[in-house]
């Protein structure tokens, strides 16, 4: 069959009655602005934007320079498509309302622009992801307070993998399907529809250097994958980390895989490492729609009802069987068993 770009997947699920005219712009803009990143990306050491922006984050992170371009390409895309009633970011410490001077929409829009960026230096895969809910019922001028919805409300999340080619990977709860950005004509291609996760796996992928300050459920978890053959999991298991969330899902989409930032006690205060709402659960929905599963260890990740627009919480994520797992050593640890 005749390789098909994303405009044409998206006016065929609209005419199929999945999704409305203005969520498919929104796709639309989204996927323009991270070709315009992917871009500005691609230029590396020759495009000027290498390197600190001098400024921190909410989060007190550095921000790189191509967070911050990154973060206002997609704030200016989406400003004025009039699809959006408002916009949150990790590089943002409040969400925003789309100016009065534009039409407003009925979507909330949330993004990491450039996830993994202390890799963009040293020339690794980075990413952006997104999330879309629903602006609440006479809501026109959101608040932080109105993106507070639980992953299951998502209507469609996505990430942009930056990577020797750029892909994007897009679900609106109907599968999980990858585009590769054809550079030539400018155009995401379908190229997997229906991708599918492996149910089991022999990858792990995890943060080894925290291994000392994990909870004691992860330790017993982590200590039997690592035994192999000889240990309790009966196989062996291999070992990878990218250090940019979305190179590691992406990973795990394509070939399977585990991958986990569990609460440890650098981290316990905040909750976590990784970020709710425009980390885990736009992960999550892409995961489970592609076969997976995604959990904070002890509780579906779609169903954590949020409490904050920058909370973090715990993840483990990827094939279904091995988070099931991952997820029974602390229930048995929990139940003192
Ligand atoms: P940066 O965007 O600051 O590089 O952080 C990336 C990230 O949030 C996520 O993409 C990685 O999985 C994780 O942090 C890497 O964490 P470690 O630095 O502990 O390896």
Redesign the pocket.
Known sequence: MKPISLTRYLIQEQHAGRINADLRLLIEVVARACKTISIAIGKGALGGVLGDAGTGNIQG?AQKKL?VLSNDILLEANAWGGHLAGLASEEMDHSQPIPDAFQRGNYLLLF?P??????IDVNIS?GTIFSVLRCPEGVTTPGDEHFLQPGTTQVCAGYTTYGPSTQLVLTIGHGTHVFTLDREIGSFILTTRDVQVPAETKEFAV?M??QRFWEAPMQRYVGDLLQGKEGPRGKDFNMR??????A?VHRIITRGGI?S?PLDSKCRDKGG???LMY?ANPMAFIIEQAGGAASTGRQRMLDVQPTGLHQRVPVFLGSRDEVAEAVRYHREHDQGA
Not at 114 to 119: A, I, K, P, Q, R
Not at 241 to 246: G, H, T
């Open positions: 992170e967070d990491d450039l996830d993994g960026s202390s890799n980075v943060n250097s925290n980390w990218v250090a940019s969330m979305v590691d991958f930032y490492k990784l970020r980390e």
